[in-house]
């Protein structure tokens, strides 16, 4: 079966940096279009990062210039790298994948705050 586990999410001050990973399992990895979504409290769950299996990526206005999407083919592994965080930035972060249906990891906490 399809599983995502995502690890990374913490504390940091504002201007910190954080990397969550997701290792997918049960999909054929290199081929997939891997997500970063994120859900702050009282608002929608809200794309934050996509890359394509081809490399091609789409990041949300509010974080382009401070956060990178990578991925690990041969790790079966997805990155976000997140720099300059916010307040505003706090959220769970949940790793995304279409494989026939929409796949959720369990999601990370990430908590920007001095």
């Known amino acids: 079966q399809v599983q995502l586990v995502e690890s990374g999410g913490g504390l940091v001050q504002p201007g910190g940096s954080l990397r969550l990973s997701c290792v997918a399992s049960g999909i054929t990895f290199s081929i997939t279009a891997m997500g970063w979504y994120r859900q702050a409290p009282g608002k929608q769950r809200e794309l934050v990062a996509v890359?394509?299996?081809?490399?091609?990526?789409n990041y949300a206005d509010s974080v382009k210039g401070r956060f990178t999407i990578s991925r690990d083919n041969a790790k079966n592994t997805v990155y976000l790298q997140m720099n300059s965080l916010k307040p505003d930035d706090t959220a769970v972060y949940y790793c995304n994948v279409q494989w026939i249906k929409p796949y959720w990891g369990q999601g990370t906490q990430v908590t920007v705050s001095s």
């Open positions: 890359m394509s299996s081809g490399g091609s990526t």
